[in-house]
């Protein structure tokens, strides 16, 4: 199994009925992400098979796998909201962990604050840090090639599959 966190995004669809988080948050690195999806069929396969997991830090409801449905909302996360989720069980940060432990590679995906409480609520075990990369550069460009390349080396085109 391979597992992308991704930070929530402050642009949303404005749908006024619930819609999944997938297709919720619409900021630049979740357009990226679809866009990997749509590029990297056999990711979508994993996705739908739960080969892949896709999760979510919300500033509102922690940690959510992305096929799970958000109304449209805004809530900006801070490190105080985040030490107040790693307390309450609600939040999800006690699933990190055994997500991770599973997972044969990881992305944390998102700025720096969405990083750091990804990282805290993963265990940060030496053999887990050994495959969990992070999308750490100095601009949302960075990020968003980050995330790319990643989909594209878990996910190569079926074409460079075949020639590999």
């Given at each position: 199994?391979?597992?992308?966190?991704?930070?929530?995004?402050?642009?949303?669809?404005?749908?006024?009925a619930p819609l999944a988080?997938?297709?919720?948050?619409?900021?630049?690195?979740w357009q990226t992400l679809r866009a990997c999806l749509a590029r990297h069929p056999e990711a979508a396969r994993c996705l739908a098979s739960k080969d892949?997991?896709?999760?979510?830090?919300?500033?509102?409801?922690?940690?959510?796998p992305v096929d799970v449905e958000v109304p449209d909302y805004e809530q900006r996360i801070s490190a105080a909201?985040?030490?107040?989720?790693a307390l309450?069980?609600?939040?999800?940060?006690?699933m990190v962990p055994g997500l991770v432990d599973e997972a044969e590679a990881v992305l944390f995906?998102?700025?720096?604050?969405?990083?750091?409480?990804?990282?805290?609520?993963?265990?940060?075990?030496?053999?887990?840090?050994m495959k969990i990369d992070e999308t750490d550069g100095a601009g949302i460009g960075e990020h968003r090639a980050q995330l790319a390349a990643w989909f594209?080396?878990?996910?190569?085109a079926e074409q460079e599959a075949r020639a590999a």
């Open positions: 199994m391979k597992l992308v966190i991704m930070a929530c995004s402050g642009t949303k669809r404005a749908d006024a988080a997938l297709d919720r948050y619409d900021g630049p690195m892949l997991q896709i999760w979510v830090l919300s500033g509102l409801y922690g940690f959510i909201l985040i030490a107040k989720m309450d069980p609600s939040y999800e940060f006690q995906a998102g700025g720096t604050l969405y990083r750091d409480a990804m990282w805290k609520a993963s265990g940060s075990n030496l053999w887990n840090i594209a080396k878990q996910f190569p």
